[in-house]
């Protein structure tokens, strides 16, 4: 781990290499799982507000789920995450495109209807944050569906931290980004 402000980042976020592949992975990481997408505690305002922009954006069993369970739920573990179609693995608000899928709240954004582009989790996979009441620790979530992204980011040697930069800035700001860049040219890492 190497320490960045107040933020622990797992070495690997810097070694290995990464750029998603929608081509080949069709967005599996937004119908595969055990639950939706984790959401922080002042996403789900946004979510509520933001959900009649999004809603013509989504397919009918999407909206037939937050119609029913709302715009967040509880998954089993506790925590607070989107709601998945029919309880399954599809989270509510995955529309499709060509075969790949596609967020309707970036959709929303991408159309210049909300000024969120989707949940920080969704934007900074594959990094997942795990919360500590004074800091932050990032660590590379490592899954099957992502080896074509995985040998993807080899070929074009883009480590994941690069690959995610827009993320990490929205999450942590431009100066802690800056740091990080620093801490990875670091010969010890």
Known sequence: MIEVSDVLVNEEIIKEQFVCNLNR?????????????PLDQHELTILKEIYPEVKPFMTAKGIETIESTGTHVVDEDGDLTTPCVDGNKECA?????NGITKCAI???????LIHWKKPISC????????????????NYDRWHICHDACS??????VPVYSFLKEPLIRKYGEEWYKELEEAAKSPDI
């Open 25 to 37: 992975c069709k967005g599996a990481c937004c119908v595969e799982g055990d639950s939706g997408a």
């Open 123 to 138: 934007h900074l996979y594959p990094i997942r944050i795990t919360k500590y009441p004074e800091f932050d620790v990032l």
């Open 93 to 97: 608000y995955v529309t499709w495109e």
């Open 106 to 112: 970036e959709i929303a954004y991408q159309k210049g």
């Open 152 to 157: 993807y980011g080899r070929e074009l040697k």
